[in-house]
C-alpha cells in the first residue's frame, strides 16, 4: 500500500483524490495540504476517511509514513515543492508545466539527480494516458501505418480562461499547446527539431489586450525528417475539440472526438450526432485516473513514469520556441532554446 | 447512508459491490452473504470494510441494521428470496428475471402490497441506465422525433453460453431477449399487445440439442399501433452488438456500438475501426453503477424505481409469448398469457 | 449497336432514355411511343436524335430494325405489352411489377418459353444494380461474412403517394415492399419459405381510407433456416432511408444512406451531417443507369438478365403472402400462394 | 449551342469531351486537335459525331464557327495556346496551371486585357466543383460558422508520379499542391498574406534525385488573420485522401474523403470500411464534368468563370512563395512574389 500526500485541493487535487479513492486500490491518501482549503471539501476528505487534512504541505513532507505526493498547487509552485519533495525522499506527481522557466525545471532535475534516494517523478501530462492517443501510440509502436512521415494535432477549448488567468498562464503556449506539444512526441516516438509558429488574437479582444494569442498554428521537423502541424484555438462552440493523426508510409491512424452517447437523430433539419464531451474534466476523466494508476504502478513495480522530469523540460523548450518563432517570425530550432 | 446487504457474491454481485464503493456514496454495504463464496472474495470484501461476510442470507434479512438487499443469487432464488426480504422490511433490488414463472412473480407483487412498509423494488434491467437507450428514451419523451411508429432493436451476444447454462436458462426468450423486450417499453413508452416470434438453431447444434434455439426475430404490434422487430443471436464473432432505433412522424433515432476507442486506421486493406466493447461487462458497466445508484437514489429520495415489479413481471409475459408464438407458429397476444 | 424503342415516356422512361444517351454506347433509342406525350418531351426526343416519336407503341413492335423494348408503361400494360413485345421477337426489360396478378405474369412466362428466339427478359429491380446493395451482395457472395443468419432491410419513402394513387397501387406490399421482397432473395442469395406481416395505418388517414397500411413489418423464415426482418414506411421526414443488413456466422455487413456530400457541420446546436438523398431518382440514379447498362450487355454478350421473369414472378408471390399474413394474422408459407 | 474544340486529346482532354457529351446538352464538340493523337481516340471521337479531328490547332482556331476552346495540352502550351485563342476571338477553359512562370500568365493576361472581345477565360481548378468543397464554401459563405479562424486542407495522392514526370513537373508546390492552395483561397474567401513552408523526401529517394520534395505542410496567414495549415503527400496507401476543415467563430465544417459505397463490414478483425476513392479521376468525375458545365454556362448566360485568369495567376504566385519559404527557411509574404 503506498501513502499518498495531496498538496493542493482545488479541482485537479480532488480529481487525482477521487481516483485513488475508486480506482487505485494499492494506494491510500492519508493526508491533503491546502492553506485555503474550502470547509465542504474538508468535510468531504475527512468523510473519506482521510487522516491528516492541513494548511501546510509541511506536514506531509515531513510525515515519513508518505510514500508519495501529488502537487496540485499553483503553477509558481511546481518546482520548489517538487525540489522540497524529493529532497524529502518522497515520490512526486507534478501538474504540468514543471515550471515556465527552463532554469527551474533544470533545478528539479538536478535535485532529482541529487537524490540519494531514486524518486518517481512523473509530469501530468494526462492525455498521454487518455484511450485515444494511446490506440494511435501503439499503433505507431506496432508499425501498423510503417514510417512517420507526418503527424497532425488539432486542439481547440470550448470556451477562452478570463483575461485574468491568460495575463499569468505563461501565453497559450506554455498554458495550453504545451500538452499538444507532448502529444507530438509521443504519439510520433520522435524529437521536433525546428517550429515554425503563427498566431492570431480572433477569439476575445481581451486576450490581445493581455499580450495574448487564442488561435495558432505550429509547424514542424522532426529529427526523423517527419513534418507536423497543429492547430490550436482557445474557443470552439460545439465543445472541447481534440483529435490527432499519424501518417506514415502504410497507412495513418486518426482519432475522433468522445461524446456523451453514440446515438443520431435523422430529422426534417438534419442528421444530428452529439456533440463531443464539454472539456477536459469530462474529456479526460479516464485519463486522469489512469495517469495515477500509472504513477502509483511505476512506484510498486519500479519502473518508469511514462513522462518524467525530461518530458516536462522539453515541452517548455517547445513551447518557448514557438513563442520565439511567433515573435520573431521565423523557424526557430529547438537547440537554440537553452 | 443507507445500508446495504448483498446476497450472492458471483460476478454481478461483485459488480454492484464496485459500484457502491466507487460511485454511490451515500449507501454502504454492511454485509454480503454468499454460501460458496470463494476465499479471495471474501478477502477483498473484508479490506474493502465490508463487516459481515457470511454464507447465511438470513443474517442480512436479520440485521436491523441494513435497509435494502441486492439479491444475485441464482435466478430460482430471486423470487423465494424477494419474499423474504420484503416480509424483513428491506427495500429490494433484485437481479433479472423475478422468475421464470408468473405465478411465482405476482407472489412476489402480493408480499410487496401486502407489506405493511412501502418497500422499494428494482428489477435489474440495466439497459434502462445505459447512456445510449437512455439519450434515445429522452429524444422520444421529448417529442423529438413525434409520434412513434416503429422501434427496432438488434441484440447479439459475442459468444453463446455453454449448453449446461443453456438447459436451465429457461430459453433464450427469458434468458436474453427479455432484456430487449423490456427496452421495448422502455424506448417506446408504450405497451406491448401482440408478437410474432420465428426462431432457429444456426449457432451451435448444441443449443438445440439442449432444447432451445440461438437466433430469433421477434415482430410486434403495440397498443398505440406502433409496430417493432427485434433480432437476437448468441453469436457475433465482432463483438456485443447492441443498437436501437425509433422511429416516428418527425424524424429517427438510433444508437450505434460503444469501442474502446475512437479511432481509425487507414491502410492498404481498408478503413478499419474499433470493434464493438466485448460483451455485457464491458458495454454496461456504467449502467450497472447508474442502476444502483438510481436505486439508492429512489430510497433516500423516496421515489419509484424505474423498473419495478410490474416491469419485471410484463417482461416474463413478453417472453413467454414470444416462446409461445414461436411454438406454435402463431401470433400471440399478450393478453394470452395469464 | 442495339436498337431500343421505349414504351412509357413518363418519368422512368425518360430517366431510361438519358442512361442510355449518356452511359450505353453500345444502344441507340430509335424509337418511343406514348400516346399522351407532352410536347417537350417530343421536343427533347427529337433533339436527342430519336428517329420515330408516335403515340402507338405498335411502330415499335412492328419496326424489324428494333431490337430491345423498354416498357415504362402503367402497370396493368406490363404484362400484355411484354406478351406482344417477345411475341415481336423483341428483348424486353419491362418495369416492376409484371402484374399484380400471378396469372399474367405466368402469361407473361409462358409466352417466353412458347418464343422460338431466345429473349432476354429482365424485370426492373433497379436496386440490385445499386453500389450498396451490390457490395452487401459481393460480400456475401465472397463468404466475409460466412454462413447467412439474419437478414434486415429498412425500407422508408420520404413522402407518401396520394390516396388517389394508393387506391390503383396494389397495395404497400405489391407497390414498395415489392423491392425490398427482391432485396431479400438478393442479399441472401436464398429462397424466403414463409413470411408474417404487420400493417399499420399511421402516416396518413387517406391511406387507410384507401384500403391500405403505410407502415409494415415483414419477418420472414429462408429456406436455409436463416431469418429476416424487413421495415417500411411511406413517410421519413429525413428522406428515403434505404438500408439493408445481412449478419452470418464470421461478420456483418451494413450499408448506411448516400447524402449529397460528406460534410459534417460542428456548431452550438450539435454535429450535424446532411440527410439522405431525398427519393428514388436521386438514390438510385447511378442504378438505373446500371440496369439499362447490363441489360443491353445481356443482349450483347447472350448472358441471363440478373433479374428476370422468375424473379418478378417470385416478388409478386412474396409480396401477396405478406398480404394475405396481415390479413389473415397469421404465418403464411409462400407454396400456398398459386 | 455552344460550339467547342478541344486541344490535346490526352486523358484529359477525353474527360471533357465525354462529360460534354453526355451532360452538357447547350454544347457539342466540333473539332478536336493532337498531333500525336491514337488512332482508337479518333475513331472515338468519330464515331461520337465530332466532325473535324485534327493535327493541328490552328484548324480549330481558325474555324469560325467554333465559339470555345478547351486547351488540355501540356503545361508549356497553356499560355502560348491561350494567348492565341484569345487573339482568335475565342472564350477559353486551360487546364491547371496556365504557367510555372509569373511573366507568362501575365501575357495571357494582358491578352485578355487587350481583346476587343469580352473572353471568358476559366482555369481548370475541378475541386471548386467538387460536391463536398462547394457544401463547404457555401456553409462559410452562409454564415454558418461564423468568421473564419482557422483552414486546414489535407491532400495526399494514392501513387506518386514518376521521377521523369517529376523532373519535368514544376515541383510539388506548382504541380500537386496549387490545387490545395487555390482551395485555401476558395473555401475561405479571402486572400493569402504569408506562407512558410517545410518540405521532405520521405517517399521515393527517386523524388528527391529529381530535386524535388514529397511531403510538405504549409503554414499560412491570411489577410483576415485566419491562419491556415495544408498537408500534402505524394503517396497515401489507402488511396486518394482529400480533406478540408474550416472553423470560425460559430462552428466547423469538416469534409471527409468518398468511397465506392457506404457499407461497413464486421469481422472479428474490426469494422471495416471502404477506402476512398482510388484517384483524381474517380474523385472528380462529377467537379470535371460540372467544372465544364459551368464554363458553358458562364458563355450562354455571360457571367464571370468561378476561376478566371486572377485564380490561376494567385495560384501560382502562392506556389511559388511556398517553394522559396522552404528553400529560404523562412515566412514568405505573397508580396513579395512579383
Chains 1, 2, 3, 4 share one sequence.
Not at 476517511?49 to 509541511?58: A, M, Q, S
Not at 504540468?96 to 537524490?115: F, N, T
Not at 487564442?214 to 460545439?238: E, F, H, N, W
Request: aromatic share 6%.
Amino acid at each position: 500500500m503506498i501513502n499518498v500526500g495531496i498538496i493542493g485541493a482545488g479541482r485537479i487535487g480532488q480529481v487525482h483524490m477521487k481516483s485513488i479513492m475508486t480506482g487505485v486500490p494499492q494506494a491510500k491518501v492519508l493526508a491533503v495540504a491546502d492553506p485555503y482549503m474550502k470547509p465542504e471539501v474538508a468535510a468531504w476528505l475527512e468523510n473519506a476517511g482521510v487522516e491528516k487534512i492541513t494548511k501546510d504541505y509541511r506536514e506531509i513532507l515531513d510525515d515519513p509514513r508518505i510514500d508519495a505526493v501529488l502537487i496540485c498547487a499553483s503553477t509558481d509552485q511546481h518546482a520548489p515543492l517538487s525540489i522540497e519533495a524529493i529532497r524529502a525522499g518522497k515520490h512526486v506527481f507534478c501538474e504540468k508545466p514543471v515550471d515556465h522557466s527552463l532554469e527551474r525545471i533544470e533545478e528539479v532535475k538536478a535535485a532529482l539527480e541529487a537524490s540519494p534516494k531514486k524518486i518517481k517523478y512523473q509530469v501530468g501530462f494526462n492525455r498521454r494516458f487518455d484511450h485515444n492517443y494511446r490506440a494511435i501510440r501503439k499503433a505507431v509502436e506496432d508499425g501498423k501505418i510503417g514510417k512517420v512521415e507526418f503527424i497532425r494535432i488539432s486542439s481547440r477549448d470550448p470556451e477562452p480562461p478570463s483575461p485574468a488567468y491568460v495575463a499569468v498562464s505563461g501565453g497559450i503556449f506554455l498554458d495550453m499547446m504545451i500538452h499538444d506539444l507532448d502529444m507530438l512526441r509521443y504519439l510520433s516516438g520522435d524529437e521536433v527539431e525546428e517550429v515554425t509558429a503563427y498566431g492570431a488574437n480572433l477569439v476575445d479582444p481581451e486576450i490581445g489586450k493581455a499580450g495574448d494569442v487564442d488561435t495558432v498554428v505550429i509547424s514542424a521537423k522532426l529529427k526523423s525528417g517527419a513534418l507536423a502541424a497543429i492547430d490550436g484555438c482557445r474557443k470552439a462552440v460545439y465543445g472541447y475539440d481534440q483529435r490527432g493523426e499519424v501518417f506514415g508510409s502504410k497507412g495513418c491512424i486518426t482519432s475522433s472526438n468522445d461524446a456523451a452517447n453514440n446515438t443520431v437523430l435523422s430529422t426534417a433539419d438534419g442528421i444530428i450526432s452529439e456533440k463531443p464531451l464539454w472539456f477536459f474534466l469530462e474529456r479526460y476523466m479516464g485519463a486522469y485516473q489512469e495517469e495515477i494508476r500509472s504513477f502509483i504502478d511505476c512506484i510498486v513495480n519500479d519502473t518508469e513514469p511514462e513522462a518524467g522530469i525530461e518530458a516536462g523540460l522539453i515541452s517548455v523548450k517547445l513551447a518557448i520556441a514557438c513563442k520565439k518563432s511567433m515573435d520573431e517570425h521565423r523557424a526557430v530550432r529547438i537547440d537554440e532554446i537553452k
